[in-house]
Nanobody, 116 residues
């Protein structure tokens, strides 16, 4: 059974950091591109960061460039999102995603709240 499970969310003050993890199981995650999305209340889900299967290429939304870093450990079937210099506008539910055999898979999401 293909499964993605996010963890690492929480409440953090502005300027703080969090590291999200996405653990994949039921398939060889190392063969597929990984993505992080987020969805804030009342807003559409937006793509935050992308990493290729071999980690050679990464891309970021303009709103997080220079603050967030996507990475993966294929030996652990896990993808990460290091988030630094967090802002209140980063508050959202964060989801990991991959597309395998033309089907998209999503985790259940992890809440990130940036507030003083």
């Amino acid at each position: 059974q293909v499964q993605l499970v996010e963890s690492g969310g929480g409440l953090v003050q502005p300027g703080g950091s969090l590291r999200l993890s996405c653990a994949a199981s039921g398939f060889t995650f190392s063969s597929y591109t990984g993505r992080w999305y987020r969805q804030a209340p009342g807003k559409e889900r937006e793509l935050v960061a992308v990493i290729t299967s071999d980690s050679v290429s990464t891309n970021y939304a303009d709103s997080v460039k220079g603050r967030f870093t996507i990475s993966r450990d294929n030996a652990k079937n896990t993808m990460y999102l290091q988030m630094n210099s967090l802002k209140p506008e980063d508050t959202a539910v964060y989801y990991c995603n991959t597309v395998r055999l033309a089907r998209g898979y999503w985790g259940q999401g992890t809440q990130v709240t940036v507030s003083s």
